[in-house]
């Protein structure tokens, strides 16, 4: 056994007077990277003393595709593609980010359409990711029938995308300086009978999942990290306000058009449970789905006709510099950090800050302790999405 | 650290908490349930039923190769490089052929392959195509048994006859 | 800003040689403070415990390979909708072949997996880390990817890294070759 980082306290197996004879050793178990609940391939070495988790150490990698390496020899445009590919589950988000990058150091001016549009399509999209959580989420503790509602719904957002970007999963839709394609009003007023149905379906999946007590007694007061931790860790999103801690970027520092609309950031508060337990992490997400659909409706009686593509130069150049740029993503704070050098071509340096591999890293932390199916819904609660983390 | 609370409950905590375990449940299944007459099915019985997919959506390219003009834009958009397009001058006093937007063709094409193993469906390629000879088509069931088999020649006169399925007028 | 943070730093971190670096258009782009290497630690404690820029979480730390060095940039920012809230520090790292910079993992543990990674992809190692791996990469593998002189390994346990059946030279090469037949018949023909 080489080094290892030994967070906390390793459980201390129990002793009583008939087993002080029985030497036991930990039994490591590999949560292999094949696995229905991992949500990737993440492999973690489970060190357990018989149902307690004494270690955990996450080993990730197994999705590495080194983007960051071949961003370096692609034109600012075709980066794009690799973007969406990172959290693939949230695509949109991570399109949007990169652009806005760009944009910050072009200088560019999106036209307003393109920018409502843009904020429209990523909640969209963020409410997509939150169902796909909370399916997934509901299938690791055994509910089955959640995920296949969750689908149903996240369909129809998929459906919406892939009229107007020509992808479901992998869009290639938010260009540098605007979008690639237009919504047309048939489109908007399916979005917003979606948004009808889709509060119905809140309200249902909240007495269908979120008051069950089974659905309580896995998740209340299980794998609870702190405000402070979550602070230690560099944990943002969900995470961060799941803990109690109010802070969204989307308010606290606003990009793109986020100042204008009127909606809540919600907080775990401990109604049931602890805060920074997984059923307030949970129920984060799910009242996030209703505020997300609050902006939308407000996007949509914003919209107006207008360009969708602010001028961009065709060959694109770049001055010298670098830029850290951050936004909210439905798993936590994504940013950019791009260093380019006089009248480049393609970036000299595109490294990513992906909130999971952050969140990966509070695993060790978490773990000791935890009965193994606990530690299965601490991993399925922090929703990471190995596309992110490994790159 | 995962704190399991432990006290002893009294008698009313105890049947409080047994009704709501069942009332919660039965909510739930309730719900369920309901699937059963109330939801249409959203299942398509595939491959009998095909879906329709919309107007942009971004299956297997297809390049119209008589319309081409061989300005390899596409080879160099493709962040990939999944295109590799060889073309050479024309003979000396050939006819000089006119693209269906106009555009004259003043090279002879000699190799358009598209690797679609390698093809990320971005369509990077085709909006930058000035005669809009590369297109997405509609088909996705093109799996093959080789990777091989998976690179495509655009000038192949099988892959030609795709033209009149799939170009329109 | 920033300015003010390197001369804060300067008076209270002796050696740490903070320079900040501003840039002419701050709505385009960052400016950031360069300290001192050995440093690195002290000033890192500094920014955290001191009461006027209470900088409590590392966000990311990012490498950097300009060919003659190598940088290494931290991003610490803290919650305070009052204080200042972000900062890129930024050290240099000239010695490629024995790369060593101390770890800031006694501070901040969020850079456990951040400097692995930094280690992983461009071969600087931090001293005083208690796991010093690699995290992406395979555990043997050799070279370190974000390096701008890299060359990929030809084999790895016993798999070719770039399979020629993969590489489409073929097709790279197809005018090439069609020129190379061209020439031959040519000279077939005189």
């Known amino acids: 056994m080489q080094t290892r980082w030994d967070v906390g306290e390793p459980h201390k197996p129990t002793i009583n007077t008939r087993t002080e004879q029985l030497k036991s050793d930990l039994l490591t178990l590999n949560m292999g990277p094949q696995h229905p609940a991992t949500h990737g391939v993440l492999r973690i070495e489970i060190w357990t003393d018989s149902e307690i988790v004494a270690h955990a150490i996450p080993h990730i990698g197994y999705l590495h595709r080194c983007m960051e390496k071949h961003c370096e020899n692609l034109d600012f445009r075709g980066v794009i593609p690799f973007v969406d590919r990172l959290d693939y589950l949230a695509s949109m988000n991570m399109e949007w980010n990169y652009a806005m990058t760009i944009e910050k150091m072009l200088g560019t001016e999106v036209p307003r359409r393109a920018e409502l549009l843009r904020i429209l399509t990523c909640e969209l999209q963020r409410i997509a990711s939150h169902l796909m959580a909370f399916g997934t989420y509901a299938i690791d503790l055994g509910a089955f029938s959640p995920f296949l509602y969750a689908f149903d719904y996240r369909e129809k957002i998929l459906r919406l995308f892939e009229e107007v970007s020509g992808a479901r999963l992998l869009y290639n839709y938010i260009w540098i300086g605007g979008l690639w394609n237009d919504w047309s009003p048939e489109q908007i007023s399916r979005v917003t009978a979606f948004c009808d149905d889709m509060e119905e379906e809140a309200k249902k999946y909240h007495e269908l999942l979120s008051m069950n007590k089974i659905f309580i007694a896995r998740t209340a007061h299980v794998g609870v990290m702190s405000v402070q931790d979550c602070i230690d860790f560099g944990a943002t999103g969900p995470i961060l306000r799941g803990a109690g801690m109010k802070w969204d970027l989307r308010k606290n520092e606003p990009y793109s058009l986020y100042s204008e609309f009127d909606f809540d950031v919600p907080v775990g508060t401990g109604e049931v449970g602890e805060p920074g337990d997984c059923w307030n992490r949970y129920i984060v997400r799910m009242r996030e789905v209703v505020e997300s659909i609050k902006i939308i409706r407000q996007v949509i009686e914003k919209l107006e006709p207008g360009s969708i593509m602010g001028k961009v130069p065709k060959v694109m150049k770049l001055p010298e510099g670098e830029v850290y740029f951050r936004s909210e993503c439905p798993r936590g704070e994504l940013a950019f950090h791009l260093v380019t050098k006089q009248d480049s071509k393609e970036p000299f340096r595109l490294k990513v800050r992906s909130p999971c591999f952050t969140h990966t890293s509070m695993l060790p932390r978490v773990a000791p302790g935890q009965m193994i199916a606990d530690f299965v819904a601490t991993v399925g609660s922090i929703d990471i999405v190995l596309g992110e983390i490994d790159r | ?169 | 800003m920033h300015k003010e943070l390197s001369d804060l730093i300067n008076r209270n971190v002796t050696g740490a040689n903070a320079v900040a670096y501003l840039t002419a258009d701050a709505k385009k782009f960052d400016s950031s403070i360069t300290v001192e290497t050995s440093h690195i630690y002290k000033v890192v404690e500094f920014l955290k415990t001191n009461k006027t820029t209470s900088f409590n979480s590392l966000h990311c730390i990012s490498g950097v390979d300009y060919t003659d060095y190598m940088e290494v940039c931290y991003m610490l920012t803290n919650y305070d909708p009052s204080a200042v809230r972000n900062l890129t520090l930024k050290v240099r790292v000239t010695d490629r072949v024995n790369a060593a910079i101390d770890s800031v993992v006694g501070q901040f543990v969020s850079a456990d997996f951040l400097e692995r990674e930094v280690y992983d992809m461009f071969g600087i190692k931090f001293n005083n880390h208690p796991d010093m791996r690699r995290i992406l990469c395979p555990d043997d593998w050799e070279g370190f990817p974000l390096r701008k002189d890299y060359v990929a390994q030809k084999d790895y346990n016993g798999m070719t890294v770039y399979p020629d059946n993969k590489m489409n030279m073929e097709d790279r090469e197809f005018i090439v070759r069609q020129n190379m037949i061209k020439k031959a018949q040519a000279e077939k023909a005189q």
């Open chain 2, 1 to 169: 650290m995962n704190t399991q609370v432990h006290h002893t409950s009294s008698v009313k905590e105890y049947f409080g908490g047994l009704w709501d375990g069942i009332y919660s449940s039965l909510k739930g299944m309730w719900i369920t349930f309901r699937y059963v007459w109330a939801v249409a099915p959203v299942s398509i019985e595939y491959p009998e039923v095909r879906e329709v997919l919309p107007e942009r959506a971004r299956m297997r390219l297809f390049n119209d190769a008589l319309n081409c003009i061989s300005c390899t834009q596409c080879a160099m958009a493709c962040p990939v490089d999944c295109i590799y397009i060889a073309s050479e001058k024309l003979p000396e006093g050939s006819e000089i052929k006119k693209t269906s937007n106009g555009q004259a063709i003043r090279l002879h094409l000699t190799q358009f392959t598209i690797d679609t193993a390698l093809c990320c469906y971005c369509g990077l390629c085709t909006t930058v195509c000035p005669t809009e000879c590369l297109t997405h088509s509609h088909d996705y069931e093109f799996s093959a048994y080789t990777i091989d088999s998976m690179k495509y020649d655009y000038l192949a006169p099988d892959i030609v006859a795709w033209r009149d399925r799939i170009v329109k007028a």
